[in-house]
């Protein structure tokens, strides 16, 4: 089993005969290999979650807002701006309410470090040096070759001759 799959047997449950949400982990649960991650579930208040109609209308506001959050952040990714930062607030307002943006953000965070920890790593950070070094010499030689086979003539200057 994966830990995704773990993840969601602990998922939201709802009690049919009163309508209330919990969390849906036993007593016993422990967090997740971080330490801190929170029981999956919604983060609506209790007076929220007791009411059927109440709690629906809640995640439609929360759906409502994480969108237009998302889809701002999906403009912004071919403009300059934060769009990816934008994308991951609007994935966080989901998270407040949806199991299945809670494992996405979970999975996210989990990459992230991971990246984060092999970037760190020496032997990689010494390669990247090396090929950034490399690259620079090769552009720094290409250049060269072309200012001394053609000049350098600015721009403005150019129709003027």
Known sequence: MTAESDERRTAVATDPADGDVGNGGTEGDVPGPGGSERPLGSRAPLFIR???????????????????????????????????????????????????????????????????????????RRRNIVLTTVGLVIVGALLGYYLWRFGFVMPWRAGMD
Do not use: C, N
């Not at 994480?66 to 071919?78: C, S």
């Open 50 to 124: 007791r009411s059927r109609a109440l709690h629906v209308s809640w995640q439609v506001g929360v759906f409502v807002i994480g969108l237009a959050i998302v889809g701002g952040g999906i403009v912004l990714l071919p403009l300059p701006g934060p769009g990816w930062v934008i994308i991951f607030a609007g994935m966080a307002v989901w998270a407040t309410e949806f199991v299945w943006a809670q494992l996405v953000l979970r999975w996210t965070k989990r990459k992230v470090t991971e990246a984060a920890h092999k970037a760190l790593d020496p032997k990689v």
